[in-house]
């Protein structure tokens, strides 16, 4: 779901799509659906999934 929601926001340019994904994921997303996204990792997301996913896990552990 992470890699579709990417590619919904790639015309935005990879900085500002990434940005929105995280948006997307931090204000619609269950904290289960979070957590399972950071124990799965990177593997087989989008680059600007993947930089979301980054994005998502430094945020929650500040």
Request: glycine share 6%; hydrophobic share 50%.
């Amino acid at each position: 779901m992470a890699n579709q929601i990417a590619r919904n926001f790639a015309a935005l340019g990879e900085e500002k799509a990434v940005a929105a994904t995280l948006d997307h994921i931090e204000k619609f997303w269950d904290p289960r659906m979070k957590a399972q996204l950071l124990d799965h990792g990177a593997d087989g997301l989008s680059p600007v999934a993947a930089r979301a996913l980054v994005a998502l896990s430094v945020g929650l552990s500040t």
